[in-house]
């Protein structure tokens, strides 16, 4: 459904941040991108909506057989992508309400009903509707963001870290949102620190490291992998004493 | 200071208020939504006059009509200044882009004059000037009504406009957070074309209602714009509200205060925007602002 090859891309001439990163959406899976801060996942979502002016430099996105590299982003929005973006995007001044509708700015005709399967899905948002948005608390503005990005009825979703700095609580209700939502058949790409709840739900997962794809599999091949127990979902097994100790070398294939 | 000679200073500084109100608001709706000052707003306001002169003095076009002509030019110059040069600059930090309306500024001042002429030209306005309501023995000018009771229908429309249309919606979008707009499909472009227009007609409907009480030249709005400039500081220049505020409080303080020292009118706007900048950054309505590095 959504296809990257081969993306080179950054912010200026001089610095580069995905060198070369191949991956794919297949239609109706949810797919989970890893890597540490500054390993290029934001990049690669700002890449696919065309946020960065002039990029990628090299590489093609394509969705559903269309070539979206260096279209504008309100063009690709339309195409049936959505946002849900990092710190949750929220336009803190205006309300509840005004933010979702916001999501349905080309999709008048279906506002009002997709509305309501929104606020079924968050029945929460119903009660601060007339909330500004920056009142509520960081689970509450994730649920208007993921709402919001539902709003334009989307094929697929992009997801920039939607559990960062959430409480526990919202965090399982996030990843229970995001399933449901991809079982109503809309393609999900998930950003996430999480590691171990991304791979709990994602059917296929990348590793990305300094703007390259070391590693990929299913989510449950991932969670196997020593690398990945390693550095993602933080089991390490430090030997007490002997040549274990040094720190072990790490490779990826 | 008679009670009569009090409400007709207040009835004055309602209506320069209602000048200043109205070019600050401009200023403000712009700056919210595409974060720049417009030097060339008093050009964009002269070319609706101009053309507005011209076409009832010179070709006999009704007023109403020519009015309206003027609005929509000045509405569709700011539009085209924005989409064809604002937009593409390569400068696109605010200074180079001030710098860039500054420069519209002088060549607009400067073109418009060369086709206009600088010579006083006695603007047509819907009522005369001279004319007053008589009640009782206190003396009303038709024109402060007219001036008074226009702007406030104008902002009033703006604040209809901004709160519940679709695009006023999608402009404080916009002026909040534009990456998220734009990731969320909204024609950014559109909003900001639309809002250098809307910000022409409110600082070309100031220029309208003011100048048939002045006289017309290339200078005419130099006045007018600082004081809506110094409006806008004062009530804060990220809100609607604060420059309506601003607008009306300059306004009145200037007429009381001018007169009784007439000499001291000119600075007081400034005095104001010292005051302000010292004990309230933000303005009496606006909103602290944590800068990001």
């Known amino acids: 459904m959504l296809k990257l090859e081969n993306i080179e891309a950054g912010y200026t001439r001089q610095t580069i941040v995905l060198r070369g990163v191949s991956l794919e959406v297949p239609q109706g899976k949810i797919v989970t991108l890893l890597g540490a801060n500054g390993a290029g996942k934001s990049t690669t979502l700002k890449t696919i909506m065309g946020l960065i002016d002039d990029e990628p430099r090299k590489g093609s996105v394509t969705f559903q057989g269309n070539t979206l590299t260096h279209k504008d982003t309100e063009s690709i929005a339309r195409s049936g992508i959505a946002l849900v973006p990092e710190g949750r995007g929220m336009f803190k001044d205006l309300t509840v309400f005004e933010n979702l509708m916001l999501g349905a700015y080309h999709h008048t005709a279906t506002a009002q009903s997709t509305l309501q399967d929104v606020l079924k899905r968050f029945p929460r948002l119903e009660e601060r509707k007339n909330q500004h948005a920056g009142t509520l608390s960081g689970g509450e503005q994730q649920m208007v963001a993921i709402g919001r990005a539902l709003m334009s009825r989307p094929k697929l979703i992009l997801l920039d870290e939607p559990s960062l700095g959430l409480a526990p609580k919202f965090v399982q209700e996030v990843f229970n949102a995001i399933a449901s939502i991809n079982a109503e058949g809309v393609s999900v790409m998930l950003i996430e620190q999480n590691a171990k709840k991304a791979l709990e739900i994602a059917d296929y997962a990348y590793v990305l490291e300094h703007g390259r794809i070391v590693l990929e599999g299913t989510g449950a091949e991932l969670r196997e992998n020593e690398n990945v127990k390693e550095l993602y979902l933080g089991m390490t097994h430090v030997p007490d004493s002997g040549v274990g100790r040094f720190r072990r070398k790490r490779r990826w294939n | ?293």
């Open chain 2, 1 to 293: 200071m008679s009670l009569e000679q009090a409400i007709r200073l207040l009835i004055i500084g309602i209506e320069v208020g209602s000048i200043y109100a109205l070019v600050a608001l401009s200023v403000v709706l712009l700056y919210r939504t595409s974060r720049v000052l417009n030097f060339g707003q008093g050009e964009l306001a002269l070319l609706a006059c101009f053309l507005t002169f011209t076409l009832t003095s010179r070709m006999g076009v009704p007023l109403w009509l020519s009015f309206l002509a003027g609005l929509a030019a000045s509405a569709v110059a700011a539009g085209a200044f924005y989409f064809f040069l604002m937009r593409r600059a390569k400068a696109q930090d605010p200074m180079g882009l001030l710098i860039l309306t500054l420069g519209f500024s002088l060549f607009a001042n400067g073109g418009l004059s060369l086709l206009f002429g600088v010579d006083n030209k006695q603007m047509p306005g819907f009522v005369d000037v001279i004319e007053t309501w008589q009640i009782g023995n206190f003396s009303i000018s038709k024109n402060s009504v007219l001036v008074a009771v226009a702007g406030l229908i104008l902002m009033i429309g703006l604040y209809f406009f901004v709160q519940k249309s679709k695009i006023g919606l999608a402009m404080r979008a916009v002026s909040q957070n534009p990456e998220v707009a734009k990731a969320l499909g909204i024609p950014v472009n559109v909003v900001l074309v639309s809002s250098w227009a809307v910000a022409a007609i409110l600082g070309s409907a100031a220029a309208l209602l003011l100048a048939p009480a002045i006289s017309l030249n290339p200078s005419l709005m130099l006045d007018p714009l600082n004081k809506g400039f110094a409006a806008a500081v004062v009530g804060g220049m990220t809100s609607l509200p604060g420059a309506v505020l601003g607008g009306y409080l300059l306004g009145i303080i200037e007429a009381y205060v001018g007169n009784f020292v007439p000499a001291f009118k000119l600075a007081l706007a400034f005095i104001l925007v010292i005051l302000v900048l010292v004990f309230r950054p933000h303005g009496l309505l606006g909103e602290k602002e944590t800068r990001r590095a």
